[in-house]
């Protein structure tokens, strides 16, 4: 069920036009500036693959904010580190072929962190996320009570209607944000 869900959400998602997906970003990015803006945030970015949503446009949004960006790195097959990021900085691919940090820029200590914004394929309205299928995220995300706010980041189109199959091991999210909303799903 996961293997076909992912690939439906994928191909639903590289389907959209180009110019829809600047656009959305831009919307969505304005969208989490608003919701986080008032104080001193340390926000981890990710890189987008797979014609995510582009939120590395956040930091032009909340310019003039005290806020810092953080990028993953994956440093093996089962582990990201975070690393401090400004517009501008090189990437280069990472074992993963994920445009990240270069190895030589120290990573600093996850428990800066007061947001963490979670890309995925789909997302449900219970907070379960459906990621590419090895773990970083949920790993990741595991090391984090609720001081940290975990926003899951999708275009609408990726909101499942039905519940997503899930297990012990993954991670919920507290909110969601699309081009369209931000979901608090925190509030019962």
């Not at 995925?120 to 990621?131: A, E, K, P, T, W």
């Amino acid at each position: 069920m996961k293997h076909y869900l992912r690939n439906r959400f994928l191909k639903e998602r590289k389907g959209l036009k180009n110019r829809l997906n600047k656009k959305f970003s831009q919307r969505i990015c304005s969208r989490l500036a608003s919701q986080l803006e008032g104080q001193e945030q340390h926000i981890l970015l990710y890189y987008p693959i797979r014609a995510e949503p582009n939120v590395l446009l956040l930091e032009e949004h909340m310019k003039g904010s005290k806020s810092r960006f953080y990028l993953p790195r994956c440093v093996n097959n089962s582990e990201m580190e975070i690393v401090p990021y400004k517009r501008g900085d090189v990437l280069t691919p990472d074992h993963m072929k994920i445009p990240s940090l270069n190895k030589e820029i120290a990573a600093v200590e996850a428990d800066c962190l007061t947001t963490i914004l979670v890309p995925g394929l789909s997302f449900d309205r219970d907070g379960h996320r459906l990621g590419y299928g090895k773990g970083y995220y949920d790993r990741f995300l595991a090391e984090f009570g609720a001081e940290v706010l975990k926003v899951g980041v999708c275009f609408s189109f990726q909101m499942s209607q039905k519940p997503l199959p899930s297990q012990k091991h993954d991670f919920q999210i507290d909110s969601i944000c699309h081009e369209n909303a931000w979901l608090d799903l925190t509030q019962s």
